[in-house]
Structure formats: C-alpha cells, structure tokens
C-alpha cells in the first residue's frame, strides 16, 4: 500500500484495526479504511496543508452535495475565510488513469458548488484548471496555486 507518489512523503500514521489497515485522516480527526485512494488522499491534502499554506480548518474531506436529487460526495472541498467553496479534489487510486470521464465527475460537483479551482490527482499525475464562468471555459494550470493565490 505504500506506494511512493508523486507527492512530498509524511509520516502517515497507520493502524490496524480488525485485521485491515487504517489511516489517520487529520481532517477528519480519525481513522478511515486505508485504501489506494485514501492513500493519495492524504498525501495531497498533506501537501496543500504543509506546502502550499492550505488552512486545514477551511480545508474538509468527504463533503456532501446534493446533485439532480441523489447525495454525492466530493473527496476534498477548500473554502475561502468566508467559508465559500474555491476549489473540488477528486482523487483516484494510483493505478487509475486520469480520464475525460474523471473530469464529467468533477464537472458534475461543480454544477453545485460552482468553485474557480478544480483539481484531479491520482497521486503521480496532478491537474489543475481555473474555471472562467464568463467565457465559459477553464485553463489548465502548470502547478497547484498557493492558497493565497486562489483566495485573492
């Protein structure tokens, strides 16, 4: 499971509970089911917390949305101080490649919460893009923004 990423590495803190392995999720404040997803979960959320001046307190994992009538949940959600919605991570397993259909998804989130920044990282591969509702477009970013940047 720990598979090296392309993310900065953290000392995760790991246990094991009933014969499978968990992880602590700082976010959350417990443990969850350790899987390949989760695993690149919190590495990322490590990264924009301790890299990129993310504040973990405007910073929630598992957040649920309301789309056309069912619940969904979208993997990280970062707000600005006025607890706006600025930014969707969805995250996928190491082993999954980054598809258009992974982008629909994340579209898909964010015909609710209707964020500027939208990111995919299966843990090797990162995309970034900034949306621009006036011309109804996005933009692919070369690296992920420093949190004052997306908050300016």
Partial sequence: MNK????????????????????????RRCYVALTPEEWVRQHFVNYLVNHKGYPATLTANEVAIKLNDTSRRCDTVVYDRSLQPKMI?????????????????????????????????????????????EKQSFTFLQEIPEYSAITE
């Fill in 4 to 27: 090296a990423l392309n993310l900065p590495a953290y000392e995760a803190k790991i246990n094991e509970e009933n014969g499978k392995l968990r992880i602590f999720d700082n976010l």
């Fill in 89 to 133: 991570v969805e995250y996928k397993a190491p082993t999954v490649k980054i598809t258009k259909e992974v982008f629909a998804q994340i579209s898909r989130y964010n015909l609710v919460l209707k964020v500027d920044y939208l990111i995919i990282s299966n843990g090797l591969q990162h995309y970034c893009c900034k949306m621009d509702y």
